[in-house]
């Protein structure tokens, strides 16, 4: 406030340059001073008491993490109760069965614990266990298949590693592959290709935000998943978009570089979600369904070829690129596998979008100042659509 | 990688799964089901890292509070104190009203009873809002003997209208329906009929809606003896029969009434029980004579189930179905069925079997599960 206005009109406003600095502690503190004495009011006289009416508090628990193993099963829950809540009983598959809390006692708003029952899970068949709380509330969580939980072994890790490499690595490698033969198409074929980055891109981004905002929808309310994703994925485009233009557009390498740490991203999202499957017991990944992902992905390479077609590129930044935008998708895997918890794959795919949109933003400022009057031609709604429609035919594969 | 994210929020069906192994299972992807998780198996080795008190889940004997359902049972004790009422207290807890003698030398037989609310804790730790009779659920057992006059004086006490609507043979005008005996909060009405016929009744609430009047706790045995004199040829059994009677004191007498709660609204029951208290008589078992017969008033007043059950381990009881004969209307036979209000006398000895303890539960294995069960403790003998 002390400054030197920084304009005439600045300086015309009553008050600001002169003002003296306990006047305006002044009116920091009686504001505060102000919502105090709402609050003593509020406790010393509880005008609310008329809404009290006799009902039982408002109760919720999400569930975050299962584990099925030699012990029984145990389940992480995270209670968002208007009050503490207590869970007194704990049934699976209709029945009754003694459970150990951890931390026991009541759960504050927020708070999480383990449940732990030593119920003798049945391999492959599905089981549901339901939480009775103090009120007779119930929560339900089902298991839909039932297999034991993986532990963080060598050969477990060993074979994450290579199914994210399969889904995540391979392709993209694949695509950069077709670089050579790329750098030889002309103005339209690489109006073509930019614009297949797109749409790629562009499906990507409806994809992820569907995702995000679906796990976001199992997570506890307190974590306020919608707002969370889209907070996170405007900050990351924001932050990203930021960077990149601290010298003007970014293209040429530099672009690429943001394609693939976009699609990097949003591959340990992928990641998270994929490994908290094998938690969960998702292990009918058959050799068709991880085909179909790395067809599915294969664009993405091309995707980040594109805007270094015209330029000289040493081969280990090629290997750089694969490994930036592939290499998160193992990462990811081996997290979800171990610590999964709904929040954390929505905020990662959330951050995934917001830098996705980046990239998009960039590719088609690059198509604009490459020939503006090219944006909409057909050369470039071709790509586009070939972007886009390779992405969604190739989902059918894997969508089941 | 866009997709796998839908793919992954498929409900993974178990034919998911199949599919999975069908097309040849993702290489190494998939080894984690096979092997790893059938060795991991618990009931096969769940016993020194399990949580269990119990232990493992497959083998745990009778022992403590689990009984024969090892770690599969409620945890912790509901507070009697606090419910004013106890289950095990309850079997032989007959409410027999106050005795005068009318005009015509007849015996007037008076039951008072209110409607109150009061939360009750129907299984350890979980409390429920109950409309009941006299404080308690289910209501008093109320105990006539046939041919008596009975005078009940109804209080609502409660906060919605009820009613007393009894199974037996009276005015319509006594019947606890809507305009014939239901009265609102703060009311009161006397029900007045003769003790007929003699068996194992029951009284509920009738005010609507029926479903929620019942499952909220209005309701309770009502038992007529059979006068002995109005049956001579039968006379012996009649007596047994007669509550205080020197034959009746050589039975042990239990009334049970099969009920179950409703603790979220959503129509099905999270609880089952006879008299309220998932599991009570499986931590507590009832302690019976072996030499001394045992006769069970049983009641079904569950909601929500169309059906429910009484099966009785290692012994097989004579049943006399609403108790309205002296002779058993089923021989010989470990299960009987109740619909919602069905009721019997179920009698048996264990005079010829070793000490021990007996299960019984409905065989609807949910029922079971969901807290009807208990046990008999047969001993030589019972202080």
């Known amino acids: 406030m002390r400054d030197a206005p920084t304009s005439d009109q600045d300086a015309e406003l009553p008050g600001v340059a002169a003002a003296p600095s306990r006047k305006t502690l002044l009116w920091v503190i009686l504001p505060l001073l102000a919502f105090v004495g709402a609050i003593a009011v509020l406790i010393a006289t509880n005008p609310l008491a008329r809404f009290d009416n006799g009902t039982p508090p408002v109760e919720n628990i999400a569930f975050e993490r299962t584990i099925l193993d030699g012990g029984g099963l145990r389940v992480l829950v995270r209670a968002g109760g208007a009050e503490p809540m207590t869970i007194a009983q704990v049934q699976v598959d209709d029945a009754y069965w003694q459970f150990k809390q951890d931390p026991p006692g009541p759960l504050p708003r927020g708070a999480s614990a383990w449940i732990q029952v030593p119920f003798p899970w049945v391999l492959g068949e599905a089981h549901a266990v339901k939480l009775v709380t103090t009120t007779g509330a119930t929560f339900l969580h089902e298991i839909p298949v039932a297999v034991a939980t993986p532990v963080a072994d060598r050969s477990s890790l060993l074979s994450q590693a290579i199914l994210g490499i399969f889904v995540g690595i391979v392709p993209v490698a694949v695509g950069l592959m077709f670089y050579p033969a790329l750098r030889g198409v002309g103005q339209r074929g690489m109006t073509f290709l930019l614009a297949l980055t797109v749409g790629l891109l562009a499906f990507l981004l409806?994809?992820?935000?569907?995702?995000?905002?679906?796990?976001?929808?199992?997570?506890?309310?307190?974590?306020?998943?919608?707002?969370?994703?889209?907070?996170?994925?405007?900050?990351?485009?924001?932050?990203?978009?930021?960077?990149?233009?601290?010298?003007?557009?970014?293209?040429?390498?530099?672009?690429?570089?943001?394609?693939?740490?976009?699609?990097?991203?949003?591959?340990?999202?992928e990641g998270l979600a994929i490994g908290a499957a094998f938690a969960a017991g998702a292990v009918g990944l058959g050799t068709f369904l991880v085909f179909g992902f790395t067809l599915h992905n294969v664009t993405e390479g091309i995707g980040i070829a594109a805007p270094i077609l015209r330029e000289k590129v040493a081969p280990w930044v090629f290997a750089a690129l694969v490994l930036l935008a592939g290499g998160p998708a193992v990462l990811g895997l081996w997290i979800g596998s171990l610590a999964f918890a709904p929040q954390w794959s929505a905020l990662a795919l959330a951050i995934g979008a917001g830098a996705i949109l980046q990239v998009i933003v960039e590719v088609t400022a690059l198509l604009r100042r490459r020939d503006e009057a090219r944006l909409f031609s057909p050369a470039a709604m071709t790509g586009l659509a070939a972007g886009v429609g390779f992405m969604y035919l190739t989902a059918m594969l894997v969508k089941i | 990688m866009g997709g796998m994210q839908g793919w992954l929020q498929e409900r993974l069906s178990r034919r998911l799964l199949l599919a999975g192994g069908v097309a040849a299972a993702g290489a190494a992807a998939a080894n984690v089901t096979g092997a790893k998780g059938e060795a991991a198996h618990p009931g096969h080795d769940a016993g020194g890292t399990a949580v269990a008190p119990g232990g493992d889940a497959y083998t745990a004997g009778?022992?403590?509070?689990?009984?024969?359902?090892?770690?599969?049972?409620?945890?912790?004790?509901?507070?009697?104190?606090?419910?004013?009422?106890?289950?095990?207290?309850?079997?032989?807890?007959?409410?027999?009203?106050?005795?005068?003698?009318?005009?015509?030398?007849?015996?007037?037989?008076?039951?008072?009873?209110?409607?109150?609310?009061?939360?009750?804790?129907?299984?350890?730790?979980?409390?429920?809002?109950a409309w009941t009779y006299n404080g308690r659920v289910p209501g008093p057992a109320l105990r006539a003997t046939e041919g008596e006059r009975l005078r009940v004086v109804f209080r609502n006490y409660g906060s919605h209208p009820h009613s007393i609507h009894f199974h037996g043979i009276h005015a319509a005008r006594m019947d606890g329906v809507p305009g014939a005996g239901l009265i609102g909060p703060g009311e009161e009405f006397v029900y007045e009929f003769d003790a007929r016929p003699f068996g194992c009744h029951l009284y509920h609430c009738h005010a609507l809606p029926l479903k929620r009047h019942i499952h909220k706790g209005m309701y309770g045995a009502f038992v007529i003896d059979p006068d002995p004199v109005r049956h001579p040829e039968q006379a012996a059994v009649a007596r047994s029969r007669l509550l205080g009677s020197a034959e009746n004191l050589g039975w042990q007498e239990f009334v049970m009434v099969m009920n179950a709660f409703d603790t979220n609204f959503d129509g099905e029951n999270e609880f089952y029980a006879v008299n309220t208290v998932a599991h009570a008589y499986m931590k507590a078992p009832i302690a019976i004579a072996r030499s001394r017969p045992v006769r069970i008033y049983l009641v079904n007043v569950v909601e929500f189930d169309p059906i429910n059950s009484f099966h009785l381990h290692g012994n097989f009881f004579d049943y006399y179905d609403q108790g309205t004969t002296l002779t058993p209307t089923l021989k010989t036979v470990d299960l009987i069925t109740q619909c919602q209000a069905q009721r019997g006398i179920l009698e048996f000895s264990f005079a010829e079997h070793e000490t021990g303890l007996y299960m019984f539960h409905p065989h609807q294995s949910e029922f079971t599960e969901l807290g009807w069960v208990g046990m008999f403790d047969v001993r030589e003998d019972v202080a």
């Open chain 1, 206 to 269: 409806v994809d992820a935000m569907g995702d995000a905002f679906e796990l976001a929808g199992e997570a506890a309310p307190i974590f306020q998943g919608n707002a969370m994703v889209v907070l996170a994925a405007a900050a990351s485009f924001l932050i990203l978009m930021a960077i990149g233009r601290r010298n003007g557009a970014p293209r040429g390498l530099a672009l690429a570089t943001y394609i693939a740490l976009g699609i990097g991203l949003h591959n340990l999202g």
């Open chain 2, 62 to 129: 009778p022992s403590g509070h689990s009984g024969a359902h090892g770690a599969m049972v409620t945890i912790g004790e509901v507070d009697s104190g606090r419910n004013g009422f106890d289950p095990g207290a309850m079997l032989t807890d007959w409410e027999v009203g106050t005795l005068s003698t009318l005009p015509d030398g007849r015996t007037l037989r008076t039951f008072e009873i209110v409607a109150e609310d009061k939360e009750i804790e129907i299984a350890p730790g979980v409390m429920f809002l």
